[in-house]
C-alpha cells in the first residue's frame, strides 16, 4: 500500500493534503466539507479578534490559470473557530487542526494567542504573516525588522506548536535574512507561499478590472505562482534547521504539483485556487495522482523522496 500520510511537529496526519486558509474554511458548513473528504485535516480562514465583513464584492475572480483575490480578512472571530474545532476534537479525539490567526498588531496577536491557550485547542497555531488585501496595512512577512518583533513576542507568550504563513520572496538575500530570522525561534513550521500580492487582472472587453477592491490589485494564486512557490518551499528547506517544517502552499491542482512540492523539501501540502474552483472531492483526485506517481517511480512513503530534488551540477 502507498501511503501519503506525513508527520508534523511530531503529530501525525493520514493524508498529507489539506485545504489552504481562505479556502473552504469560512464557516462551519465549509469546514464540515474539508472534515468529509480525503483531506488530512484542515486550517480555518485566518481568524482576528473581532469578526470581520471583508472587502466590497466582486472579491474573487476565478481565471483560467488561476484566481486573484481582495477577500480583506473575512472571518468569524477567533471565539467561532476555536468552539468549532473543539466539537471537532471531540468526535474526532485522534485528529489534530490548523487554527490561522492574523492580529493587526503585536498586541493582537498576543490577545489572539491568549485566548488559544485559554481554550482546550490541541492542533497547531498558524500566524499569517502576509495577507496583502488589507488597504493601509502592509504584509508584515516583507518588514523583517517586525517579524522578529512579533516572533520574540509569541514565543514569550505562547507554548504550543506554532508555525507562520509567509508571503513569497523573490531575492536569494531575502530568502538568507528571513532564514536567519525564523532559525532564532522554537518554530514548528513554516507554510510558503501566500497569494502573490497586489497582482493586477482586466477585462479587455469592458476596459475595467475584475476585482472592486483596491482598484482591482489583489493576491494572485494558482498555475502563476506555482514556480515561485517551488522555489521558496526549497530555499527554506535548505537554509531552516530540520526542527522547522515547510507546509507547501501554491500552484497544486495536480498529483504531480503535490509530488513536486514534497521533493522541494514540503512535509504537507495545502491547496488553494484549484479546491475553490474543484471543490473538496479535489483530495480523492490528487491523493489518487500522488499515489500513482509513487508507484511508478517505485516510493512507498513520502520520506522516499520527501527534499530529494536533485541538481544538474
Ligand atoms: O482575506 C484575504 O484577503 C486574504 C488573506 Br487574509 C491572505 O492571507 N491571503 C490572501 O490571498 N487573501
Redesign the pocket.
Known amino acids: 500500500m502507498i501511503s501519503t500520510e506525513t508527520t508534523l511537529a511530531g503529530i501525525h496526519f493520514d493524508n498529507c493534503l489539506m485545504n489552504a486558509?481562505?479556502v473552504y474554511c469560512y464557516d462551519a458548513d465549509e469546514l464540515n466539507q474539508i472534515q468529509k473528504s480525503a483531506a488530512g485535516t484542515f486550517v480555518t480562514k485566518?481568524a482576528t479578534v473581532v469578526p470581520r465583513a471583508?472587502?466590497p464584492e466582486p472579491r474573487y475572480l476565478s481565471t483560467p490559470w488561476g484566481s486573484i483575490?481582495?477577500?480583506?480578512?473575512?472571518n468569524k472571530g477567533l471565539p467561532y473557530y476555536l468552539d468549532y474545532v473543539s466539537q471537532q476534537q471531540t468526535l474526532f479525539p485522534e485528529k489534530r487542526y490548523f487554527q490561522s490567526i492574523?492580529g493587526f498588531n503585536i498586541d493582537e496577536d498576543e490577545a489572539l494567542l491568549k485566548q488559544i491557550t485559554d481554550s482546550d485547542f490541541n492542533g497547531l497555531v498558524e500566524l499569517?504573516l502576509?495577507?496583502?488585501?488589507?488597504p493601509g496595512k502592509p504584509q508584515t512577512g516583507y518588514d523583517f525588522e517586525t517579524v522578529e518583533q512579533i516572533l520574540t513576542r509569541v514565543f514569550e507568550v505562547y507554548e504550543g506548536p506554532l508555525g507562520v504563513?509567509l508571503p513569497p520572496y523573490f531575492d536569494i538575500v531575502h530568502f538568507d535574512q528571513m532564514a536567519a530570522i525564523l532559525n532564532q525561534f522554537p518554530l514548528a513550521f513554516i507554510n510558503s507561499v501566500?497569494?502573490i500580492g497586489n497582482g493586477l487582472t482586466i477585462d479587455a472587453a469592458t476596459e475595467r478590472v475584475s476585482i472592486k477592491p483596491k482598484h482591482g490589485f489583489?493576491?494572485i494564486?494558482g498555475d502563476y505562482i506555482k514556480p515561485t512557490a517551488l522555489a521558496n518551499v526549497h530555499t527554506f528547506y535548505q537554509r531552516l534547521k530540520p526542527e522547522i517544517q515547510i507546509i507547501g502552499t501554491g500552484g497544486v491542482k495536480s498529483g504531480q504539483d503535490v509530488f513536486e512540492h514534497l521533493l522541494c523539501g514540503a512535509s504537507m501540502v495545502q491547496v488553494g485556487t484549484a479546491l475553490h474552483k474543484e471543490g473538496p472531492q479535489i483530495f480523492d483526485r490528487l491523493t489518487a495522482e500522488l499515489q500513482t506517481i509513487m508507484q511508478q517511480k517505485g516510493y512507498n512513503k513520502i520520506a522516499d523522496f520527501k527534499g530529494k530534488l536533485k541538481y544538474l551540477d
Open positions: 486558509a481562505g485566518s471583508g472587502n483575490n481582495s477577500m480583506g480578512l473575512p492574523t499569517n502576509s495577507c496583502p488585501n488589507v504563513k501566500n497569494s489583489g493576491g494564486g
